[in-house]
């Protein structure tokens, strides 16, 4: 038996780390299958969407008017083309911001006590998910670098699988040695209860 205590963590919209998360569902989750592990990308990786956004903001109050004042000595924009310009701005601005928003929330992990599941989104038409059975797992390994990887505690998570499977590659996640150790745990458990089985 596995001696990690089960902890359970509530989800929210920008759950990035839920070990045993209650009611949470997915596409294709079979009958008797159980979220053990819900990852995205750490909360840092959204620091310069916010600092771009912050910029895209300010960017027709503060830098419109200095390249108008450089133009205003040989062209004469009328005020309705700055109206129209700077509506267009912040559709295009926000617009952008949400695609990155969008693809840090859909990109995510889930590990389950049968399989891992990788859901890569691409766009809004098109996702690229690959999954494997726990039993397949071979080893699992993690890296954190430089200073914020270690200040932050996140890195990225590499488990390989058995045969022409892909190899799974959870990048810049929260708390990656406890990943490393759940996985391990969840497919030890599996091993031992396919074992038991036949």
């Given amino acids: 038996m596995s ?14 780390f839920a070990e ?19 990852l995205r990308q750490h909360l ?11 910029v895209f903001i300010f960017a027709p109050t503060v830098l419109f008017p200095l390249f108008l ?3 205003s000595t040989t062209i004469k924009i009328p005020v309705g083309y700055i109206i129209v310009g700077t509506f267009f701005w912040y559709i295009a601005a926000f617009g952008m911001l949400l695609a990155k928003f969008l693809h840090w929330f859909f990109n995510i992990f889930i590990v389950t006590n049968e399989r891992i ?6 766009n809004l038409l098109y996702k690229d998910v690959a999954e494997a059975q726990l039993s397949r797992v071979q080893d699992i390994s993690y890296n954190q670098k430089g200073i914020f990887g270690t200040m932050f505690n996140y890195g990225n998570v590499v488990i390989q699988t058995a045969g022409e499977l892909p190899n799974f590659s959870f990048e810049i ?9 759940i996985i391990s745990d969840a497919a030890k458990l ?4 396919e074992g038991n089985g036949h």
């Fill in 3 to 16: 001696e990690r205590k089960h902890e359970i963590t509530k989800t929210n919209l920008f759950t990035s």
């Fill in 20 to 38: 045993w998360p209650p009611n949470l569902r997915f596409e294709n989750q079979e009958k008797n299958e159980t979220v053990i592990l819900f």
């Fill in 44 to 54: 840092i990786t959204l620091v310069p969407m916010v600092i771009l956004g912050v």
């Fill in 69 to 71: 004042k450089m133009l």
């Fill in 117 to 122: 599941i990788d859901i890569d989104f691409i």
């Fill in 173 to 181: 996640v929260p708390k990656p040695s406890e990943v490393v150790d």
């Fill in 190 to 193: 599996k091993a031992k209860s």
